[in-house]
């Protein structure tokens, strides 16, 4: 496995390894797993599907700055450079980009990468520049691997349905892969951020995974719920934790992120099999948890 931390070592690291692996049977596609760091299971997912996929297997690790508002967790964002190359060996990564701030931010930036309206809703409106962040910085980091495949979790939703958007209005010749959600067998979907729960914060927290699910039974069985009746239920049973603090319930479609109310409710969705998303923030003491689900919807008979 190769190291580089800057952007000339990555790019010389990936020709060669194009070069060498043109004729061998696995292929010489890159597939690319762009993440923050402090790896886990959700992670090391991705990691196997593009290993699968591809035959040259790229990690960043890189906390970027600008994706984090003022008063975010930029500073306290855990980190453990050891433990993730460890993990990243174990998963047969080819190359990890290790690039510090200054490689990757040298100058002051005049280019940023806005993505509308999807960017603007769920996590967009309680994290101003969020995704202005995640999108500029994901595009440098397209330009440096010059990937293949790229594979992100459904963890962050909105996040996928944000770059599938920018790939294709700028004409990236990338194939974006969404991953499954992993989650603890007890449902908390895995995250870098769970390491900052108490115990009891822990054990709150399940009211996520477990208010999703339920409310996806729901709308799959009962023909005459409505979405505001789906939000108000998730609201409710989140709020009969004490430690968990809303942040967003919302229920739109995916992926384009619309209010599902201006579509008609659930009815025509039914009909038109179009998919929907129910995602939710939820801050537990200064943590804030993510979480969803998407369903494609179908027709579901009436009872008599
Ligand atoms: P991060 O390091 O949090 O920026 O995440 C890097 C990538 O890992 C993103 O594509 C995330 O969506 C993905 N990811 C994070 N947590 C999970 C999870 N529990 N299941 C699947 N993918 C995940």
Same mark, same amino acid.
């Given at each position: 496995?190769?190291?580089?931390?800057?952007?000339?070592?990555?790019?010389?690291?990936?020709? /060669?390894?194009?070069?060498?692996?043109?004729?061998?049977?696995?292929?010489?596609?890159?597939?690319?797993?762009?993440?923050? *760091?402090?790896?886990?299971?959700?992670?090391?997912?991705?990691?196997?599907?593009?290993? $699968?996929?591809?035959?040259?297997?790229?990690?960043?690790?890189?906390?970027? @700055?600008? $994706?984090?508002?003022?008063?975010?967790?930029?500073?306290?964002?855990?980190?453990? /450079?050891?433990?993730?190359?460890?993990?990243?060996?174990?998963?047969?990564?080819?190359?990890?980009?290790?690039?510090?701030?200054?490689?990757?931010?040298?100058?002051?930036?005049?280019?940023?990468?806005?993505?509308?309206?999807?960017?603007?809703?769920?996590?967009?409106?309680?994290?101003?520049?969020?995704?202005?962040?995640?999108?500029?910085?994901?595009?440098?980091?397209?330009?440096?691997?010059?990937?293949?495949?790229?594979?992100?979790?459904?963890?962050?939703?909105?996040?996928?349905?944000?770059?599938?958007?920018?790939?294709?209005?700028?004409?990236?010749?990338?194939?974006?892969?969404?991953?499954?959600?992993?989650?603890?067998?007890?449902?908390?979907?895995?995250?870098?951020?769970?390491?900052?729960?108490?115990?009891?914060?822990?054990? /709150?927290?399940?009211?996520?995974?477990?208010?999703?699910?339920?409310?996806?039974?729901?709308?799959?069985?009962?023909?005459?719920?409505?979405? *505001? $009746?789906?939000?108000?239920?998730?609201?409710?049973?989140?709020?009969?934790? @004490?430690?968990?603090?809303?942040?967003?319930?919302?229920?739109?479609?995916?992926?384009?992120?619309?209010?599902?109310? /201006?579509?008609?409710?659930?009815?025509?969705?039914?009909?038109?099999?179009?998919?929907?998303?129910?995602?939710?923030?939820?801050?537990?003491?200064?943590?804030?948890?993510?979480?969803?689900?998407?369903?494609?919807?179908?027709?579901?008979?009436?009872?008599?």
């Amino acid at each position: 496995m190769k190291i580089a931390k800057t952007i000339a070592e990555v790019r010389s690291v990936i020709a /060669e390894l194009r070069k060498e692996r043109s004729s061998s049977a696995s292929g010489d596609k890159v597939g690319f797993v762009p993440t923050m *760091g402090y790896l886990h299971e959700g992670h090391a997912s991705l990691l196997r599907r593009s290993r $699968q996929e591809s035959g040259i297997s790229v990690l960043s690790i890189f906390v970027n @700055p600008i $994706q984090f508002g003022p008063n975010e967790d930029l500073d306290r964002y855990p980190r453990s /450079e050891e433990a993730d190359l460890k993990l990243a060996e174990r998963e047969g990564v080819d190359v990890v980009f290790l690039p510090s701030v200054e490689e990757m931010y040298p100058e002051e930036r005049k280019t940023t990468v806005t993505v509308t309206g999807i960017s603007e809703r769920l996590c967009g409106a309680s994290r101003p520049g969020h995704f202005d962040g995640v999108a500029t910085v994901v595009s440098k980091l397209f330009n440096i691997v010059k990937p293949d495949q790229a594979f992100f979790g459904a963890k962050d939703a909105q996040q996928v349905a944000v770059l599938q958007k920018m790939v294709n209005d700028l004409n990236m010749d990338i194939e974006i892969i969404p991953c499954p959600i992993i989650r603890e067998e007890d449902g908390l979907a895995l995250s870098s951020r769970n390491v900052y729960l108490s115990e009891e914060q822990r054990r /709150e927290a399940l009211v996520l995974s477990r208010s999703l699910r339920a409310a996806a039974l729901r709308i799959e069985s009962d023909a005459a719920v409505t979405p *505001g $009746q789906v939000i108000a239920e998730v609201t409710t049973a989140i709020q009969q934790s @004490p430690l968990a603090e809303i942040d967003y319930v919302d229920l739109l479609t995916f992926p384009n992120l619309e209010p599902l109310d /201006e579509q008609g409710g659930f009815s025509k969705l039914r009909v038109s099999e179009g998919s929907v998303i129910l995602a939710l923030a939820v801050k537990f003491g200064s943590t804030r948890l993510i979480d969803n689900t998407i369903m494609k919807l179908k027709e579901v008979p009436l009872h008599v």
